[in-house]
């Protein structure tokens, strides 16, 4: 950002914060699914763990035991959908907004005065923290009020830092993904095959000990994987914060690698779109 | 199918409510207290076969809801609608059987489709026996112009394209009857007057058009008869010629008139040789539009009256009667308000 | 005639439209093998011993993890063709301003409804024939022979999704949130059916719920007979609790949808976006 502008595009970072949240007031469903799906879906994962376990078979829950590090299958299930609502509300929000103001026909407009560019294209995660944090609370409840999960204090004190410690990471990662959906398109596809494929290599719904080699190396590289991980030890394996402090290194660090690609795509498109026109048109 | 009128409306009216009872509401039988919008109030209408008559009026006037209850689309809160002789209540299939009908425009086609597959698919909802498809799209699409383009996208189309494709589709149940809501709206004018020759083409295949629009030279050029509708009320409804001839006016004179008095003073002095039609203040500038029989009669009377009043008058300008002087004359405000 | 002939133009329409997005055609394979059987699939491995999914075996009388999962991404892809494909498709259609138009003609609504039906279960059909063709590549997919005993049932509780979908198109048409409301029911009617997991597993309360839809029985009877699992219930009294509920589902379905017909003629909101 240019120094000189600065207090401006501060300012208008503001403006696009308080924006998406006027947005979300007028869509009350946008409510109701904070309550909903952050219930449900893990609750149907934990019944169909009863399913695979036989109801509690000694047998089958060492087995998940030894690859999952825990027998707690609810409160590891209700953690893996966790991330899958924060991955959901990053991709859908600030991963989109690019493209949908692309849509919408505002993109020129937006880009027409004299605010950084980084501007749009940070300004909506600002108001993602909110569902993030409606989805903790409301989630830490039905575990306990469903599957009889008490969480230990200590426990969620760190999960909680992880999870502000993965903050960066975790926006920058959107943000790479909203550069990189402003040129190929077709959102709903898009935010589906990211989401699957980060569901699939995060250990969100399996212990990440099932997947092949490969996979597992790739799996290091995603954000999402340190959060899980980190939450998963905090709360079931009763990690100290001595334990979580590689997994904060690699968080930042991951912040640090996807926010610059986030940059260097972003700053592509934009020379791209000066010479050919592709900002108005989709 | 009788030879009577194309369409034959009675006392139609159509009342919204406004806002949603609740099912506690209606559980409990308590009274309805939402406020009514009457849409369209208890209008008469006959339009004879072979002939456009167009529907012109504002945005909200009423055009619409009229054209979507001849359409069936759309139930009448009281009232008698026969079209082609059927009832619209009886027998609505019938009727949709025998209207070609262009309500929405480019909205309404399939853009990953081809014109040529979008017409196949409504061929067959029309009900167009297998064997007369072929020859009615491609009828259809020779009176729209559209054959060198039949297989293209339609999400490649201009905007006048979709809309010529949208009248293609209304032609495909070779329909006596063909209604038209705003049809050259958003088009461009070498576009609409595309449009329009088809229209006209449509009468001389001896179909009745009916159309709806806010464009009053639109209605001047093309029908033969006009309803002037206003707030759900026919206000007039004659020729063009005819309502022209009304406002008793061969002439409109508009005058800006610079001054720092009263109005009343002013105009009582115009309306001795004039009818005063409309007239606005704004800051020091009376703008005035009057009818006369003889602008070269009226307009030294004007100036005289200006001088008399110890005002100016800044501009003069003098136009022949048109359906928007009617329009203002019948109901005090201009059709673009 | 014309009805019939209507109804497969808008089938044709369906499927000619659908295939000029390859990517979501692609993706009516791919996204439920990575969004569900996928992730569904190595979940239940991790429990198992030795390769043995002994907990399955306790539940439903089956170690066949994988033709568990698939069997249930058939009911659950029938429900959301349903619920998808041919409701909120109107609705979208509405919003789009391509309902008006077939809404002119003299082809009966509830055709337009079937027509969906008939593009939707093309595409059903062919998901999940290339589902199938990578679970038995590539998992092993194996069923008994018996399981042909089971496509009455699924011609059944396809006669039932029909009549569920005219329940489904009668309130997204008149609804301001339908796309939030079909993304729940949907989601909630597949887990009804015991899709997922065994709906014994249901809380006491909800199961009389799943024993009320034809789709529960479709479910258990396809399972049964290709995989050998516990029946919930006898076949015999099963495939009648099928036939039954489908009889009631259907004229209530169509019912409704007349009723927001009517409704959406009186208010005039066909065109409203």
């Known amino acids: ?282 | 199918m009788t030879t009577g009128p194309a369409v034959e409306v009675t006392g139609l009216t159509k009342v919204f409510e406004k806002g949603r009872r609740t099912v506690w509401q209606r559980l409990r039988r308590e009274p309805d207290k939402r406020s009514k919008f009457v849409a369209v109030n208890g209008i008469d209408l006959r339009v004879e076969r072979g002939e456009i008559f167009g529907v012109l009026g504002p945005n909200g006037a009423g055009k619409t809801t009229t054209l979507r209850m001849l359409a069936t689309l759309l139930e009448p809160t009281s009232g008698e609608v026969r079209v082609l002789g059927i009832d619209v209540r009886k027998d609505p299939r019938q009727i949709r059987a025998n209207l070609g009908a262009m309500l929405s425009g480019e909205r309404s086609l399939y853009w990953k489709l081809t014109a040529r597959e979008n017409l196949e698919y409504f061929a067959a909802l029309y009900h167009v026996p297998p064997k007369e498809t072929t020859a009615r799209i491609d009828a259809a699409l020779v009176a729209v112009k559209l054959t060198d383009r039949a297989d293209d996208y339609v999400e490649r189309y201009s905007t006048g394209m979709r809309q010529r494709l949208a009248l293609a589709r209304a032609l495909l149940p070779d329909p006596p009857l063909v209604i038209l809501d705003e049809p050259t709206v958003g088009l461009d004018p070498q576009s609409a007057r595309d449009l329009r020759d088809r229209v006209r083409e449509l009468k001389r295949q001896g179909r009745t058009v009916l159309l709806t629009t806010h464009y009053m030279e639109e209605a001047d050029q093309l029908c033969d008869r006009i309803a002037i509708i206003d707030h759900g009320e026919i206000v007039a409804l004659d020729t063009p010629a005819a309502l022209k001839r009304r406002i008793r006016a061969e002439e409109v004179v508009s005058l800006e008139i610079g001054m720092t008095g009263e109005d009343a003073p002013m105009l009582a002095r115009l309306a001795n040789s004039a009818v005063i039609a409309r007239s606005e203040r704004h800051n020091g500038t009376l703008a005035v539009t009057a009818h006369c029989a003889s602008a070269r009669d009226f307009v030294p009377a004007a100036f005289d009256a200006a001088r008399s009043e110890g005002a100016t008058i800044q501009h003069v300008e003098v136009v022949p009667v048109s359906l928007e002087d009617v329009f203002i004359s019948l109901t005090g405000r201009a059709l673009r308000e | 005639m014309d009805e019939l002939r209507a109804a497969v133009a808008i089938a044709r329409k369906d499927i000619r439209n659908v295939s000029r997005y390859r990517f979501q055609v692609a993706s009516s394979i791919f996204t439920p093998l990575y969004q569900g059987i996928l992730p569904a699939l190595l979940f239940g491995a991790s429990f198992a011993v030795a390769g043995h999914v002994v907990g399955l075996e306790k539940t439903i009388g089956t170690q066949d993890l994988a033709g568990f999962i698939f069997l249930g991404g058939v009911m659950t892809g029938l429900v959301a063709t349903a619920f998808w494909s041919m409701a909120m498709s109107i609705r979208n259609e509405m919003e789009a301003g391509t309902l008006e138009p077939t809404w002119l003609t003299p082809t009966s609504r509830e055709t337009i409804v079937l027509g969906r039906a008939l593009g939707g279960l093309f595409w059903f059909a062919f998901s999940q024939i290339a589902i199938f063709a990578i679970g038995m590549g590539l998992f092993g997919l194996r069923f008994r022979p018996e399981i042909l005993l089971a496509l009455p049932a699924v011609a059944i509780a396809i006669v039932a999704m029909v009549g569920v979908a005219y329940l489904l198109a009668a309130v997204v048409l008149l609804i301001k949130e339908a796309n939030f409301f079909i993304d729940c029911t949907n989601y909630l009617f597949g887990v009804a059916i015991g899709a997922a997991f065994p709906i014994t597993l249901l809380p006491g309360a909800l199961q009389p719920v799943s024993y009320l839809l034809p789709a529960t029985y479709a479910m258990d009877l396809v399972r049964q007979q290709g995989l050998g699992t516990r029946p919930l219930l006898d076949p015999a009294l099963e495939y009648v609790a099928l036939i039954v509920t489908t009889a009631i589902v259907f004229p209530i379905g169509l019912w409704a949808y007349r009723r927001a017909d009517g409704r959406i003629r009186r208010l005039g909101t066909i065109n409203q976006y």
């Open chain 1, 1 to 282: 950002m240019n120094t000189g502008y600065l207090a401006g595009d501060l300012r208008a970072l503001r403006a696009a914060g308080l924006m998406s949240l006027r947005q979300i007031r007028r869509y009350p469903t946008n409510l109701f699914g904070t309550i909903f799906w952050p219930v449900l879906l893990p609750a149907v994962w934990v019944l169909m763990g009863q399913a695979y376990s036989g109801g509690g078979d000694p047998e089958a829950l060492n087995a998940f035991a030894s690859r999952a590090g825990t027998t707690g299958i609810a409160l590891f299930v209700f953690i893996g959908y966790l991330m899958y609502m924060w991955l959901s509300a990053l991709l859908w929000g600030p991963g989109t907004a690019l493209r949908q103001e692309q849509i919408r026909g505002s993109l020129e407009a937006v880009f027409l005065t004299p605010v950084s560019r980084l501007v749009p294209l940070f300004g909506p995660t600002l108001t993602n923290i909110v569902w993030i944090v409606a989805d903790l609370f409301v989630m830490g409840l039905a575990a306990w009020l469903l599957f009889g999960v008490v969480l230990p204090l200590q426990g969620v004190v760190l999960a909680f830092a992880i999870t502000l410690v993965g903050v960066p990471a975790m926006y920058a990662m959107g943000a790479l993904f909203g550069a990189g959906v402003l040129r190929f398109g077709e959102i709903g596809p898009a935010v589906q095959f990211t989401r699957g494929v980060l569901s699939m290599l995060c250990g969100i719904t399996f212990p990440i000990a099932m997947l092949p080699g490969w996979a597992q190396a790739t799996a290091v590289a995603m954000p999402p994987t340190h959060i899980v991980d980190g939450m998963r030890n905090a709360l079931l394996r009763s990690a100290s914060p001595g334990d979580l402090v590689p997994t904060a290194a690699a968080l930042i660090g991951l912040a640090i690698v996807f926010g610059a690609l986030a940059v260097v795509v972003f700053r592509w498109l934009e020379a791209s779109a000066r010479r050919t026109g592709m900002l108005g048109r989709y």
